[in-house]
């Protein structure tokens, strides 16, 4: 059975305290659905014991049970179930709202505990796999599709409930009228079929398509708010408009679908559910039945119409909703069960000590990106001595970026490797990365204070001061940041939109010297500036000359002119330039 499958799917996402969790809940709710069932069940003998006071004499079952409770009247009886009642609606509506609370309790804080499991594991895999996805899918996968699957898991929860319910009142309506219960359950039970071979394959596509379309709207959506200057220069709010409108215009189609083809369902039961109900009734009229024996029947008949209907509309409704969302949980699915770890795969089991005091070397690369054949290294070799001032430069799209995402470990490889002082980097990932502070091209700028742009991912209890103002002192930056009226408290907006560019540069190397590594590389760090920034920045770095081994990227011969040794990348590989 799907249900089934679908429960099995779950299973692969939870651990094995979820899973105690799961059942230990589905055990109350299974209890919850035999106290709704225990009280409409008792409003049968209440009803003909009203409108037939022989029936205690007459209905065998009455008899016993007023023979064990030693009620001699019928007074006694209605007023003993009347009693009863109230006491099993008291006490189920108390059950029904502890029920409730721990269901909720147990969706919504393991909706937490995979979305940090998603983010772990999409943060530990190999920066490769970050150059193959867009961010709007993650935000799509993390977000939209937890919350989906998790909406998903109260249905199927629920469905279990409605269907022991259904269970239990299809169970005492056949003691009372074993032919109507018949006639309805095998109307129901082709209804059900008709939507689990029809219906859910519709929904499934409805559901793919939902998410694909939500996909391209996170798409579009990022792009607007990221580019908005250029946007708003070229005057292209039409175009990123009309995008965005063709793929919320197609998302709102899969949600139409969805929400029509699901109606279908209960309106087709509540039709034919009734009538068949009805004609039956109608039947027994025809065929000289008694009124007076036919109120158990339309006890049962209430009791169908008012409990037994509505539940099974339910389980159409929750069959709806756990087919249109099984496609966020086939994502969930596929990415919690990939093992892929980086983590794992960087540090493995072998620890050994790293340092860095003689000289790093890149040795025999071959490299080329994913699902390409093309190389952009062949057989590289590179060497900096420690303490030195390295340059490096090359056309764009030469390699010289992939030269030092190998240097920082974030590529890896084909063949070849890098070690510093003669030990293999991807030894002991973890304490490479320990030794180096990482300048980019464009500095990622939290939307935050200054303090905590510096001290990038340290809990603020945890910053020190001293560190930081020694960093600002460094990248001099310390008289910008001691005019500010805030000082670090002063906050940079969103992607440091209110400061510069050279003061963002300058945040960037102050990060980088915060932890005081020994080792700087600067990714093209100061192409994106004009002349008189990139100078004032350049006379930033050399101010480090001797205190620290430095990598620089460039693409302008000035930026490089005081770099001790210089290498191009050309032709898949690096060659040492001689100094003039």
């Not at 009347?82 to 721990?102: A, G, P, S, W």
């Not at 935000?139 to 699957?149: K, S």
């Not at 998903?152 to 239990?168: A, D, G, N, P």
């Not at 200057?229 to 990123?240: A, C, L, S």
């Amino acid at each position: 059975m799907n249900i089934i499958h679908i429960v099995k799917k779950f299973g692969k996402i939870m651990n094995k305290r979820q899973k105690v969790h799961a059942i230990i809940l589905l055990l109350m709710m299974v209890i919850g659905a035999f106290l709704e069932t225990l009280g409409v069940s008792l409003i049968v003998p209440l009803v003909s014991s009203i409108t037939q006071p022989d029936s205690l004499e007459t209905n065998p079952y009455l008899k016993v049970a007023c023979e064990i409770l030693n009620l001699h009247s019928d007074r006694m009886f209605i007023i003993a179930v009347i009693i009863v009642l109230i006491m099993v609606f008291i006490f189920k509506n108390i059950f029904l709202m502890i029920e409730y609370y721990f269901q909720y309790r147990f969706v919504y804080n393991n909706r937490i505990r995979i979305q940090k499991k998603l983010l772990t594991s999409y943060l530990y895999k190999s920066y490769e796999f970050f150059l193959n996805i867009s961010s709007s899918e993650i935000l799509q996968v993390v977000d939209h599709n937890v919350v989906y699957t998790f909406q998903m898991l109260m249905h199927v929860l629920t469905f279990c409930t409605e269907i022991i319910i259904t269970i239990f009142l299809i169970a005492t309506i056949l003691i009372i009228d074993p032919v109507m219960t018949m006639m309805t359950f095998v109307i129901l039970l082709l209804v059900m079929v008709l939507v689990l071979k029809i219906i859910k394959p519709l929904l499934r596509s409805a559901g793919m398509r939902r998410q694909r379309y939500g996909i391209e709207m996170n798409k579009w959506l990022m792009q607007m708010v990221h580019g908005i200057k250029e946007i708003k220069i070229t005057r292209k709010e039409k175009y990123f408009l009309q995008n965005f409108a063709d793929n919320a215009w197609g998302y709102v189609k899969a949600e139409q679908q969805y929400s029509v083809t699901g109606v279908m369902p209960r309106l087709m039961i509540e039709s034919i559910g009734i009538c068949a109900m009805l004609s039956s009734i109608g039947i027994m009229v025809l065929a000289g039945r008694e009124m007076s024996t036919m109120i158990p029947s339309l006890s049962a008949f209430a009791m169908a119409a008012v409990k037994l209907i509505p539940s099974t509309n339910r389980l159409i409704f929750y069959i709806n909703e756990i087919f249109y969302g099984e496609p966020a949980l086939d994502k969930l699915v596929e990415i919690l069960n990939k093992k892929e770890d980086y983590k794992e795969k960087e540090i493995g089991t072998k620890q050994l000590y790293i340092t860095l005091k003689d000289k790093i070397t890149i040795s025999n690369i071959f490299y080329h990106y994913p699902n390409t054949e093309k190389n952009i290294l062949y057989n590289a070799k590179m060497e900096i001595p420690v303490g030195s001032f390295v340059g490096i430069i090359g056309a764009s799209g030469s390699g010289k970026t992939t030269v030092v995402d190998i240097l920082l470990g974030l590529l890896k490889p084909q063949k070849g490797n890098v070690f510093s002082d003669g030990v293999d980097i991807s030894s002991n990932y973890e304490e490479w990365l320990s030794h180096i502070g990482y300048i980019p091209q464009m500095i990622f700028m939290l939307e935050d204070n200054i303090r905590n742009n510096i001290a990038f991912g340290v809990p603020e209890d945890e910053i020190e001061d001293t560190k930081i103002w020694k960093a600002l002192e460094d990248s001099q930056l310390l008289d910008f940041v001691n005019q500010l009226p805030e000082g670090l408290d002063t906050q940079i907006g969103e992607r440091g939109i209110r400061i510069s560019g050279g003061q963002r540069q300058r945040i960037g190397i102050a990060r980088a010297l915060y932890t005081n590594p020994e080792l700087l590389i600067f990714d093209e760090a100061t192409s994106a500036l004009d002349n008189e920034t990139e100078a004032a920045i350049m006379e930033s770095i050399h101010s480090l000359y001797g205190k620290k081994t430095m990598i620089i990227i460039a693409h302008r011969l000035q930026t490089i002119e005081k770099c001790d040794i210089v290498y191009k990348v050309e032709n898949e590989v690096i060659s040492k330039m001689e100094r003039q």
